[in-house]
């Protein structure tokens, strides 16, 4: 279901049509990065998170898209916050194996599993595994700050 | 960077938050399928298009995300409308091989390539293989029909 569709503006002759131009391709490098865009440490250290980089596939290079994609990998025996917040994720694990705590439940997750994070659900990515645990978490580009909660 | 970052509205206390619920783990199976997720037939069939299964992974199910993520697979020898729209795609490989072509060019593309197709960009998804191409393909949710042009 497409919850709207409007007349495409891309026809030829139509005066206020977006030019074409501007597409890429990212290629997947070993190691899971991508070429020519950066992996970076995810925000400051913190004693509540701990081995997190981050990759931002879209974003960050003047897309207008209503969302951004990014690409986090968390080091052996590292995690994210626990957190909450209104907006949603939508995350595809890439690489390696690990878990998820949304609310009170637990999941173990491997290549493939798709999890949705809905508003304000307490949640957090571990990795318990000797690996890199790797996900792709699309979110809005608009969207509120976490509220950070203790961990155990 | 993040483009907009609001107050969270679910810390405790707050009137107004939005309740917490409705997350979930979408498992994944043999053969690029998603456990309670169903894979079904992209579009009417039409000569303009071949052998192309959608999974939506996020999307139809109540969120209120910006965002849809879809799981597409193209049939050996399928291929997509070659076509354009102003609305964006994020393309991520998870399956095979394939190629896209963007504008005059085309690019081969395997696991983990990336592609950004930007607005009014023609393009269409190509899997000369004799094995399944899958990606993810992330779209605003809010977003105009597409134009198809004619196919050599």
């Known amino acids: 279901?497409?919850?709207?569709?409007?007349?495409?503006?891309?026809?030829?002759?139509d005066q206020g049509r977006v030019l074409p131009g501007g597409s890429r391709v990212m290629?997947?490098?070993?190691?899971?990065?991508?070429q020519g865009v950066p992996a970076t440490e995810y925000k400051a250290p913190a004693n509540h998170w701990c081995g997190?980089?981050?990759t931002v596939l879209i974003g960050e290079r003047g897309?207008?898209?209503?969302?951004?994609?990014?690409?986090?990998?968390?080091?052996?025996?590292?995690f994210s916050s626990l957190e909450s917040h209104t907006h949603e994720h939508a995350v595809?694990?890439?690489?390696g194996r690990g878990e998820v705590q949304l609310g009170d439940g637990a999941h173990a997750l491997g290549f493939g599993d798709a999890v949705?994070?809905?508003?304000c659900e307490a949640h957090q990515f571990r990795n318990p595994t000797t690996e890199p645990f790797?996900?792709?978490?699309?979110?809005?580009?608009?969207?509120?700050?976490?509220?950070?909660?203790?961990?155990?």
Chains 1, 2 share one sequence.
């Open 92 to 95: 595809i694990v890439l690489r």
């Open 134 to 152: 790797g996900f792709l978490c699309v979110v809005d580009s608009q969207r509120d700050q976490p509220s950070v909660r203790a961990t155990a």
């Open 1 to 13: 279901m497409v919850r709207a569709m409007q007349r495409s503006s891309c026809a030829v002759g």
């Open 27 to 34: 290629r997947f490098e070993s190691g899971f990065r991508w």
């Open 116 to 119: 949705y994070v809905a508003p």
């Open 63 to 78: 897309e207008s898209t209503k969302f951004d994609v990014r690409y986090f990998e968390i080091a052996p025996g590292g």
């Open 52 to 54: 997190i980089l981050r």
